[in-house]
């Protein structure tokens, strides 16, 4: 379920379970619904999809600190390969390669099919003439949870920016 704040900025993916909490808690509200609903022994309410909290919650948004890790990069890079635009065999690549002084940081690192790693190799970009679509950045705080979702349903959309 996506979680929005108070002032319906998307801040997280819960489970249904926790959604229902929350709901139950009164500490937030329903804002999309799917057609069918959550049954117990005792009650019945239809399944939450989209929920907002009742009260703000401060975010804090230090994505510089957030790990690096596979599925961040190729969510932020729309899940295709930079060099490209292909979307099968995904891998990680450094703009400037670690052996030539690039560090591991959201501005070196894009999301590159194999052959395209393999083509580059461990060289600079302009020797082997591939420079990425976009300039690698930290990512949107949004992009997370298309990291924790990479599969974001339709009640989701109007509430979430376009894909990196």
Known sequence: MLVLNATYE??????????VVLLLKQKAEVVE??????RSERA???????????????VPRDTHKRKIT???????????????GSRANLTVDHVIPRSKGG???????????APCN???????????GMHPRR????????VFIHVAAPRIPA????????AA
């Open 33 to 38: 619904q799917a057609s069918w609903e959550l």
């Open 155 to 162: 009640s989701w959309r109007q509430w979430l920016p376009e």
């Open 103 to 113: 560090p591991s940081t959201w501005d070196n690192i894009v999301a590159a099919c």
């Open 10 to 19: 998307p801040i997280n993916v819960c489970t249904v379970r926790r959604a």
């Open 135 to 142: 300039t690698p950045t930290t990512p949107q705080p949004h």
């Open 70 to 84: 596979r599925r961040a990069v190729f969510a932020r890079d729309g899940w295709s390969c930079q060099y490209c």
């Open 44 to 58: 019945s309410m239809t399944k939450p999809m989209v929920i907002r909290l009742v009260a703000y919650v401060h």
């Open 118 to 128: 393999r083509r580059k190799g461990d060289t600079m970009p302009s020797p082997s």
